[in-house]
């Protein structure tokens, strides 16, 4: 017994670098790769839950979409509600960084309770976002108007949807592009700053001709990691209006949610969900080539 | 000239503090109301002008537990996102010490892919396997599902927790007799047990938070408090005093855990990028 353990334990020294990460890939691959190999072979099925096996139909639920309304409503939900949130958050991020960069006295106190939003559950905290931007009975307007402003019709109209619910995906996760900015502007070298101080510089040039480019490629990779999960905005959407009024608010991502689930068309469904897939990768791509570049420079 | 420049610092710290209210604002102005909307009575809730003052009430906290069964949704997302985080620790810090030792960089490939999939990708194909095996609203496959999210995030903290332990210990280790396995588990592992803590914490307040999943994938025995808080608004009428209660009951724990992990956070999300 005592000489089989001995054995073991040898094998696994030996092979220490294929057999400590081995259960971990094994896992993954499991739990992520096969569940993704499965949902693209669904893409070119037809099938409705509950009704038959899917049956392969080739690129046609490919084709299906290019001339589905709901699909050019989603991608175009997509861009605005994505274009906006990520270009505030990025601005608002990156200036809030700059801020706590130079620390002062209670500064951690400060940064502590500004990022509670960022571990908050999505879900609770946009229930009570609901709550608060009611037309009628909300706080929000109720604080627009105590400083005489007029108050909107927040989510409850196609028109405001939007912008209200960036205003909530905002508040959310701003707090994650300062927190991967702020760890960005600690790694900064000092020299560049000393020489420009010393050629007098002033706060805005050092900024603008020192921080800004030397941050550039952290600040491309904040962007990014913020698109994974905002071009699959769910929870926030989902709970605060599900789409609607109508489908003012139905992003891509949350029409295969409802081809999914509501309609039950598995092999459609799939079909899109392959498709945000390649939005996010291409995206993605795209930002990281942007990135090497900016860190040549 | 002095005076100029006491006036300057003056000016800015003016500024800096003005700043921290008006950052501190938003995130304490919702706490505020979402606490406040779980101590007013419904119609408190709906009526307008919105009350800030009125005398508070525990009676939503009690319909919580006894009407809508909280506790038991509580116990369901403590048990997954308890069994979530063991297993990562469990299959993620040997990886992720053998990816830090040897430089295997590549089974990063594997977890972009994971963060870069949408999660509606994955509800199908485990519906369908977990009906198949008859797992549909089990602790087991609530906890498969979170692991897409946990694992990678423990394995991406643990690299640089791992790659700050000295070589030198090891090989002292090595010339004293101990095995591979038993420097892994006596020299090492001590000595990272902060990272592990941290690890630990984030991967157990987003599985807690995960919602689309256990939207799909849970049933009546294990819906977990994010599902069960969303059910809040599908019983017909919205009651908004239970939303606040509950949502109160769900936020308040992993703010307490958030706090004393928010230097980490941002690693685990980030998964290196920043490194290179």
Redesign the interface.
């Given at each position: 017994m005592k000489q089989f353990l001995g054995t073991i334990s040898r094998f696994i020294d030996r092979r220490q670098a294929l057999v400590y990460p081995a259960p971990a890939i094994i896992a993954l691959f499991l739990i992520v790769v096969v569940p993704i190999g499965y949902n693209l072979y669904l893409a070119f099925t037809k099938w409705t839950i509950g009704l038959g096996d899917p049956r392969f139909i080739g690129v046609d639920n490919f084709i299906e979409l290019f001339g589905d309304e709901r699909v050019l409503n989603g991608v175009k939900v997509m861009v605005y509600f994505s274009g906006l949130s990520l270009s505030i958050e990025l601005i608002l991020g990156l200036l809030i960084a700059l801020y706590f960069h130079r620390q002062f006295k209670g500064s951690e106190i400060v940064q502590a309770i500004y990022i509670f939003p960022f571990a908050a559950t999505p879900v609770a905290v946009a229930l009570i976002w609901r709550i608060m931007l009611n037309p009628e009975i909300g706080v929000m307007n109720y604080l627009l108007e105590s400083i005489g402003l007029p108050g909107s019709l927040w989510v409850s109209s196609a028109r405001t949807v939007i912008p209200a619910l960036v205003l909530v995906d905002v508040w959310k996760w701003t707090p994650m592009i300062t927190l991967i900015v702020l760890a960005g502007l600690k790694s900064l070298p000092h020299d560049p700053y000393e020489a420009a101080r010393i050629d007098g510089a002033n706060t805005l040039q050092i900024f603008w001709y020192i921080t800004l480019p030397l941050i550039r490629p952290v600040l491309i990779a904040a962007l990014m990691l913020r698109s994974l999960d905002n071009l699959k905005e769910f929870d926030i959407i989902y709970t605060i209006t599900q789409g609607g009024p109508g489908i003012a608010s139905e992003t891509l991502y949350l029409y295969s949610y409802n081809v999914g689930f509501s309609f039950f068309k598995a092999g459609y469904g799939s079909a899109l969900m392959v498709v945000v897939f390649l939005i996010v990768l291409v995206f993605n791509v795209v930002m990281n080539r942007m990135r090497i570049n900016a860190q040549d420079i | 000239m002095a005076t100029g420049r006491r006036m300057t610092k003056l000016f800015k710290?003016t500024l800096?503090y003005t700043?921290?209210v008006a950052?501190?604002l938003?995130?304490?102005f919702?706490?505020v109301?979402?606490i406040l909307?779980g101590l007013k009575t419904g119609v408190q809730?709906?009526?307008?002008?919105?009350q800030f003052i009125f005398s508070p009430t525990l009676e939503n906290y009690r319909a919580v537990f006894q009407q809508y069964n909280f506790f038991k949704y509580l116990m369901n997302s403590l048990v997954v996102a308890g069994l979530a985080t063991g297993v990562s620790l469990?299959?993620?810090l040997?990886?992720a010490?053998?990816?830090a030792?040897?430089r295997?960089g590549r089974?990063g490939i594997?977890?972009l892919?994971?963060?870069?999939?949408?999660?509606?990708?994955?509800?199908?194909?485990?519906y369908?396997?977990f009906r198949y095996l008859n797992l549909i609203d089990t602790y087991t496959a609530l906890t498969?599902?979170h692991?897409?999210i946990t694992?990678?995030m423990v394995?991406w903290l643990m690299i640089s927790f791992f790659e700050s332990v000295p070589a030198e210990l090891e090989d002292a280790a090595k010339i004293d007799g101990c095995?591979?396995?038993q420097s892994f588990l006596i020299i090492v592992l001590p000595l990272v047990r902060n990272g592990i803590a941290t690890s630990a914490i984030i991967s157990f307040?987003f599985s807690?938070?995960q919602?689309?999943f256990s939207l799909?994938l849970s049933g009546p025995n294990t819906k977990t408090?994010?599902?069960a808080?969303?059910n809040?608004?599908s019983y017909g009428k919205i009651d908004?005093a239970g939303?606040?209660a509950?949502?109160t009951l769900?936020?308040l724990p992993?703010?307490v855990?958030?706090?004393f992990v928010?230097k980490s956070?941002?690693q685990g999300?980030?998964?290196g990028?920043?490194k290179d």
């Open positions: - | 710290s800096f700043g921290a950052l501190c938003p995130p304490v919702v706490f109301w979402m909307t809730n709906i009526s307008y002008p919105p469990l299959l993620g040997p990886a010490y053998s990816i030792k040897y295997q089974i594997l977890i892919v994971a963060r870069m999939t949408p999660f509606v990708s994955y509800l199908l194909p485990w369908i396997i498969i599902t692991l897409i694992l990678p394995i095995s591979g396995l307040i807690w938070n919602f689309l799909i408090v994010p599902v808080v969303y809040f608004i908004w939303i606040g509950a949502a769900i936020v992993v703010s855990f958030a706090f928010r956070i941002v999300l980030t998964m990028a920043l």
